[in-house]
């Protein structure tokens, strides 16, 4: 009796969020907001093909891990790539989180890409119930961070949320409180960073690792140009020799490495609004655009999209998290926003 107490002890029952990007997971659990964000990523152990670490930690030995460790991503361009690597991935995750205790019946709302197919919809579903969800629903990611942001969604009669994350750019254009239509281009924020390896190492002749492009890309690039002039010191491995080698990187030769992908980001937006009925201009010309995800953090990305579109931007208070924030508010409020919530079987859920 004493040991069956003990193991419902260790059972809980939680109403929360999943959101598994290209680059980062969050969770929400009701009553706790936004309990985890970390890196998507896991270290597994070659010799037995244990999970040996998941999240920060795994992202810590990215590029520079034992040999008997190869660090992986579960999910890329936003959709589940290896659904045993996402499992353990959560798993470890959310074990760090509940502290050992494992879900039971747990409530789970899931954000997912635009566009996904029936197959990896499905996938979300299933790792999901994996990790004990018992009610799953997914949410589109634009939808979710629409509704995180607060957008008058029920009133505009054409109001436009672009997601910009690390493998994706999403594009959802909602009127009178309708998803009119929503669109998925594969590129993002690891785009970026990718162009900024790629680019010192053709201009310098230098090797750089992912943690440096992606300090400096953060830390002092941008998407437009601006009076700010800034150089910044970095280390990587000479191409010629493999020896150690410092170099001054500028912010506005950052910004030409990364034109390539800038560009491809702001296209896809524009291509999106070219699907937009003829009805709903006036609204959205007079709204702009609501960025947000982790790439809208970009120093002058909305001057970027402003000048490709000819809208103004307006760039939400914590963009990184309008999507989690937006499947707490969706799953609070079935009543409310059930229209937007799927099950992978199509079923809609109406509150
Ligand atoms: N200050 C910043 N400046 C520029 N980029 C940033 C900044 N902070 C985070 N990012 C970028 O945001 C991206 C992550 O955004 P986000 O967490 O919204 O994406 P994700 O959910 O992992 O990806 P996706 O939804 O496309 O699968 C990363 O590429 C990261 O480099
Ligand atoms: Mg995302």
Known sequence: MKSLFRSVKNLLSVDMGIDMGTTRTRVFVRGSGVALDEPSFVAVNYRDGETEAVGKEAYKLFGRCPPHLEILKPVERGVIENFELAEAMLNGLLENLFKKKALLGARICVVSPTGATDVEKKAFEDVAIQVGGREVFLVEAPVAAAVGMGLPIDKARGLVCVYLGGGTTQTAVFSEGELMFSVSEPVGGEDLTEAV???????????????????????????????????????????????????????????????????RIANAIKASLEKAPPDLAADIKRHGLYLCGGTAQLEGMGSLISHVTGLSCSISGNPQHACIQGAEKVSGDMRKYGRFTTTPGSRQFTG
């Open 197 to 263: 390896i790629s680019g010192i190492r053709k201009k310098h002749r230098i090797l750089v690792g992912a943690h440096t492009a992606e300090q400096l890309k953060t830390g002092m690039g941008s998407a437009y140009p601006s009076d700010r002039d800034e150089t910044r010191e970095i280390y990587g491995k000479s191409v010629m020799d493999g020896l150690p080698r410092a170099q001054f990187i500028s912010n506005w030769e950052l910004r030409e490495m990364m034109e390539g992908p800038l560009n």
